[in-house]
């Protein structure tokens, strides 16, 4: 995990999934971190990284191609 960076997160798994396939739409390797962390899913939020080298496109992706 050490070349990898946080670039989006959220309780909602969804939103989530939406943001890891619109990063990997243009070129971005992501994955989700799940931080759950009761059998319930109540507390803790899911987390979508990327390669270090890949942080700045990622956030830039983010704020400008994806609306909740």
């Not at 309780?11 to 739409?25: A, Y």
């Not at 971005?28 to 059998?39: C, P």
């Not at 319930?40 to 992706?61: I, K, N, R, S």
Request: charged share 25%; hydrophobic share 45%.
């Amino acid at each position: 995990m050490k070349n990898w960076t946080k670039v989006f997160e959220d309780q909602n798994q969804i939103r989530v999934e939406i943001v890891k396939g619109v990063l990997e739409d243009k070129g971005v390797a992501a994955f989700v971190l799940n931080k759950k962390e009761s059998v319930y899913q109540v507390f803790g939020t899911y987390e979508v990284l990327v390669p270090t080298d890949q942080t700045l496109y990622a956030l830039q992706l983010i704020q400008h191609e994806i609306t909740f």
